[in-house]
């Protein structure tokens, strides 16, 4: 079982940057990737940023060039780092985990951190 914990959310003007965190807790030497999500108000789950045991991320096309993906396994935390932020990154960002290979397979979530980007 593992467990995620994100924090780092908040209230920000455009322009601006935040960095969520995710720390992790239990059997994770089984989890192979770990990416975050975003739910926007009234828009579908999307992919932000992914990271598979490969270690080379993933983006998704509307954060490219502004976000970075990062984890530290000695310390159990997977982190975005978010620059140029638009009002259009608004949304609840999850951090979620799994032992398969595919973003779309993660078997683990956190409980969401909210972000809201302001004019």
């Known amino acids: 079982q593992v467990t995620l914990v994100e924090s780092g959310g908040g209230l920000v003007q455009a322009g601006g940057s935040l960095t969520l965190s995710c720390q992790a807790f239990?059997?994770?030497?089984?989890?192979?990737?770990m990416a975050w999500y975003r739910h926007p108000p009234g828009k579908p789950r999307e992919l932000v940023a992914g990271?598979?045991?490969?270690?080379?991320?993933d983006y998704g096309d509307s954060v490219k060039g502004r976000f970075t993906i990062s984890r530290d396994n000695a310390k159990n935390t997977l982190s975005l780092q978010m620059n140029s932020l638009k009002p259009e990154d608004t949304g609840a960002y999850y951090c979620g985990a799994g032992t398969f290979s595919d973003y779309k397979k993660l078997e683990y979530w956190g409980q969401g951190t909210q972000v809201t980007v302001s004019l």
């Open positions: 990271l598979p045991s490969s270690n080379v991320p």
């Open positions: 239990g059997s994770l030497s089984t989890i192979n990737t």
